[in-house]
């Protein structure tokens, strides 16, 4: 992408209206706009972010054999009065249309997904079943604040497990425990499992999964073995939960089981959940399915959510320096900034222009700063942004069609032939 | 994909509630479902041909220098006001939060894309700019109907241009028309392009695009040349231009310049738009910029749009038999669809996984239909879902470790080796 066909509005000073510094970041750094009070426009730069995050996802999800779907965000309200739910007080959004129908703007789709169930699906043998999508939602959140992290209107990873016996559900469970950390893991994020309260959604078991930053929303408490155990390759789900980890409200240091030289206290946000909430919603809404015995039942249900949008913010809390943002490889908006430092010389320009279009045959993204800023503004701007590497082209190195190839996380520098840096940054076309 | 991992909901009966054979296909083909009028989920086989539609959108307009970014669903009403439309009648669901301030749920996104242009861009060295994003939408029809193509909610393609002079507009339009051949074309699509009303979003410029389809909503006529035309490598928009097109209700017979062996008369479906409207919302919100002379004007606009999952129907109206869909492979749920017809059989079931995993690794798309349901309701499935081939394995087949290959446009059938199918289907790895 050329700066010159993009929208990347750069703020020097830091915004007024941001208190966090992720919020702070990424205004400054053109990536997202507020319209009303917590409710944005991805902005180019932040919407390739988003993207990421949601392919991350994507890609773990279906490794764990789940299935992705898209249900609507207008609801009917009449499934919320079927569930019990009516309407979820406060934080939903409804509209009423033309023929005088109330909607709500969907805050969460457990009722939509149970009526696809139950429309479809009468047998045990079609289970077990993991649906998800990754879908916008609307919280009519009382005080909206922290940019992406507490808006209103927000993506979600939403997915959904259907049982027939708790045991079965008890593997879909700890699939999507495991898999949590996978994902976060994929994003730079070190993440803690806690054992949570099941809250509005109701239901029997539920964990919560809190982003460790310096800068977190909350405090934190856990046994320090839990670094190595969340982060190994192969996760050992009951290894993990026999750990000590507990949020403020609930740490007492009087029962706690970790030694004070184990014990790590931190900052943590709140980056997923998941719930087992068995018949809660499949009994009153009658999604039946026939058991083994061929008796007519309501399916085990789950719910697994992850803030997808949200994720952004965390990912800047844990990952950012004076300079900007710093973002993990996986999730930049683009994996080098192409700085041409004399722009309108002509050898500049000419081996800038051979150095984008080769990258981008090569499906490498680059994101090339060509317009007439001086130098200075546009490696500032490269480091705001947080592009992982900056490849610098001045007059010299164009005479000698060379490359400085600058690390945006040590600030280590090299001098590279186009071919060598193709070489290293070829990721998505091999 | 497994079909055991997935909710592909198969109906064998033409479904009362749908009239026209895109509607009816993908129901039966379980598509998509309804939750309230003209408004649907996308089930995993719809929302896979809604991403790749979209996919193919992405590319040609970032191939013709537009930007993606996305802006919210929910709008302030104030912006509304501001640009003069005010509300937009009845069609424009509302919505009032907690602290009754008015939201629209964007119907169209010209006032946010505005609003956003004029907090950011102040000269005309920033142009010329094409922002564009592809979002759900909501249009409150008073009689929603026909599936995908008249829903109320609905994904939609939005490019917004920004010109500093006619000229300069004119070279961004000229580009999006062109662009638009190239995206329906690349789905399979036959169009022919219509001057236009501007209708409620007003302006001076305006065409449509129609889909060719026997089972077209209304009727066109025009010059056959168009049909070479329009399919060119390279679209001449003069050319195409000068040639004679009309909707049923502006044809005249009396003044039709084409003469009658060189007259089509088809049916056809509205696929896209593309409007130019200088300064309607530029000048009401002032979205202004300082021109080459400095002085400060409104910027010259325009908005283009497509109507992505509207285009599955039509897609479905241009390509199906009696048997069912027939995707073109660029649009299609998946190239390939695996059909173990012993399933159970050692032998069937074991070559069946090597063959998917060897798929999957090489990163081909294939539907793995792994139920005990017997063959002959394995292969109507197929091909009622449009699956472009099938690879059939039985006992026989297993034993010499060879696929039946099935073309679904043709019935060709083929014997293949497991190197020989990955080879010929090798597309998004090398």
Redesign the interface.
Known sequence: ?RV????I?IIKENPAEASIVSHRLMLRAGMI?Q??AG??????LG?RV?NKVADIIRREMNAA????????????IE?WEESGRGGYG??T???V??HE?T?I?GPTHEE?IT??FR???KSYK?LP???YQIQ?K?R?E?RPRFGLMRG??FLMKDAYTFAESEEQHQVQYDRMYATYFRIFRAMGLKVIPFKADTGLIGGDQSHEFQVVAETGESAIFYDRALEALTSADEIDVAAIRARYSAADEKHDPAICPVVHEDLVQARGIEVGHIFYFDDKYSAPMKALIKNRDGVDMPVKMGAHGIGVSRLLGAIVEAHHDEKGIVWPVSVAPFTLGLVNIRQGDASCDAWCDEIYARLNRANIDVLYHDTDERAGAKFATMELIGVPWQLIISPTHAADKMIEVKCRRTGAVEMMSLDAVVERFLVSSL
């Open positions: 992408m010159s066909q993009s929208l509005p706009r319209h009303s409710i944005y426009s991805m902005l180019p919407l988003l054999g789940a299935c992705e779907l898209l249900m609507p965000t207008m609801q009917p499934l406060t934080e959004l409804k509209a249309d033309r129908r909607m703007y939509v009526d696809l429309r479809h699906i079609s079943l993991n649906l916008w609307f009519d009382i209103r209107e």
